[in-house]
């Protein structure tokens, strides 16, 4: 399988997060993506490329203009006011009930450096660094050369190694460690230009708030997600069962939330359920947001999924039939995320999974 | 005057705070009302009272009651949870633009202990501590105890020594160090009981943002704020000029945003411009936000006030000639706080101010 990879993520150096109030080591660090780069490149049967450059067309077709803006003046404009620290991260944001009863031209985007993320953020670790932009930039770069490997370069399926990920990005709002929608912009790229309906199979362990949110209101692009229940988990206000569209959109929209030590059979389960409803719609390519986060071991999640799922859910995915883009999202035990990427991968292409664990250096960790 | 003062205050021990995602030293801290209280006895012209209690009614008749209940819960639930810090502070915000597009009724209010915080909040500054809950009752009560003396007890004007403030707190949310909003339920019981329409003066740094959003809608409250320009300074996204108000409310809500600098020139020029709206509108009660962070030391503000500026407000503001309900809200510079407060509360009484350090000791504050 051909892989899409940019270096560039390496300048979005993440190394502490603001959870909960509090300052932490970071999960989504740049490892991640090396280690599976690394992993992938191993293992000998996939060929990994640098993505090309798509320019700003396919981000404003599913962003809103303003945030693509903030994105790129919001670190630069932080530096020359003097801020203090080496990340840029909300203190006061626009919640929903701060304008209650008003019209929304009273939200009012200000431009102080250091309350202009509050008009586009929703949560406290999600930083904007000297290279953060340069890396969301690329990550989408990424996620349409996965896009045009698959369109027209002949291929089944194609694997973006996007970092940061995305599937937390609304239309106007950044978080959950994603800046720009990858899957989102994919999946409207493939719509655009197959004119088909698209499918969005989200199996991340968090729900994809924002993908769910872009295409709330429309029919030609599905989004079906299996996750964490927000009853104990995040982004807590989105991702519930009835959630279901509205509009036009309506019955284009399902989510399979899960319960804490959900097992590979109910991920199983949940997954063939998911492509059930998939199978029900029109159209040749679905992209898929590919989270490692439903592992065992991770340390954010609270799923019990095992390598071998992660082998047989790439195997049924593929057995649809159809086309794939195959787009990284979370996953923060990295030790394992090589390993566990290789397997998905190589079910989708239908070759057996043979563990390696000496691929990854040291990687003892499934007897953890 | 009489001062209404609650020691509840003393339980929500905010020590530290989180800004811009970094955990610093808390600005809203139980010195402040400690001082001021300290301060109006040694005048010796201040008769301090605890407040009475008066119950949830006056709380529900302006707040949403989930917040009220969610108040309540928050700590006991997180500690049951084995919540690992000693404050609960939101990671993950519902921001505006989360839904955008959808219903309210998707809008889910998660039972987590971790993440329900981010239903209710708007910050980050804003923790919840074991004393929390009931510091915000005691402070509202200290309101509506203040809203008594004048309303029934034949007082000119009265003191609510509130602690927490309560002017950013909007009806479904808290945040900027505010939980449930003092001024505005002291309005709104004014209103019921005396069927006359109310003005709210708010003269703290930041915009009320929490109060001009309660009656935004409304003709029979004014709101009027004196404050620093959101285009530099928090709430940020409200407290510019265009905010006058909706329907029945069109004209009744005044802001008077003011530059980096601001001197006692501009300020009671501001402040003669505010009285001036006021006076247009019948009702015999005032309600004062009385924040002291327009002073020139104030360490989060930029305005440059001095001491006899707080006089002369005091001044003109009793030359309304209207009962006066006066209730603290922000200020953060301790060693100058009840020197401020004791200068402007004289001049509301038409007393003259002798600048007294000795009553503060150690305040060489004003020569720094």
């Known amino acids: 399988m051909r892989v899409v990879y940019s270096p560039v993520h390496l300048g ?6 603001t959870v909960l109030g509090e300052r932490v080591p970071a999960n989504e660090v740049a490892a991640r993506a090396e280690r599976i780069r690394a992993t992938l490149l191993a293992d000998g049967g996939f060929a990994v490329a640098e993505p090309t450059e798509h320019g700003p067309g396919p981000i404003l077709a599913v962003h809103d203009a303003g945030i693509l803006r903030f994105l790129e003046e919001a670190w630069p404009a932080a530096r020359a006011s003097g801020h203090p620290y080496d990340h840029l991260t909300p203190e006061a944001i626009m919640a929903a009930g701060m304008t209650e009863g008003m019209a929304e031209r009273f939200r009012h985007e200000t431009p102080a450096p250091d309350g ?24 989408v770069d990424t996620a349409l050369t996965a896009v045009d490997l698959v369109l027209d370069g002949g291929e089944t399926a194609a694997y973006g190694l996007c970092r940061p990920p995305g599937h937390h990005a609304a239309r106007s709002m950044y ?4 800046y ?7 999946a409207e790229e493939i719509a655009r230009r197959t004119g088909e309906p698209v499918a969005i199979l989200d199996v991340d362990y968090h729900h994809g708030n924002g993908t769910e949110q872009i295409f709330w209101r429309r029919a030609d692009v599905l989004y079906v997600s299996i996750h964490a229940h927000p009853d104990r988990a995040y982004p807590y206000v989105l991702g ?3 959630e279901v569209g509205e ?19 109910q991920f199983l389960d949940a997954l063939d359920l998911a492509l059930y409803r998939i199978s029900a719609e029109e159209g040749s390519v679905v992209v898929v947001s590919l ?3 439903t592992y065992r071991l991770d340390p954010i999640g609270d799923f019990a999924l095992t390598t071998d799922a992660f082998h047989e859910a790439g195997r049924r995915v593929a057995a649809l039939g159809r086309r794939l883009v195959i787009l990284a999202e979370g996953g923060y035990h990295v030790p394992s995320l090589g390993e566990n990427a290789r397997a998905w991968l190589r079910g989708a292409e239908g ?3 043979d563990p390696r664990p000496a691929l990854d250096p040291g990687a003892a960790w499934d007897a953890a």
């Open 12 to 17: 979005h150096a993440v190394t502490m997060q």
């Open 247 to 265: 509009g036009l959109g309506e019955g284009y929209t399902l989510n399979l939330p899960q319960p804490a030590g959900c097992t590979n059979e």
């Open 180 to 186: 720009l929608n990858n899957a989102a912009i994919a």
């Open 351 to 353: 070759r057996p999974f």
């Open 175 to 178: 978080g959950g460690f994603c």
């Open 291 to 293: 989270g490692l986060d």
């Open 116 to 139: 202009r993320p509050g008009y586009w953020a929703f949560d406290t670790s999600t930083p904007i660094l000297a290279g953060t932009f340069a890396a969301a930039r690329a990550a």
């Open 240 to 242: 519930w069962e009835d």
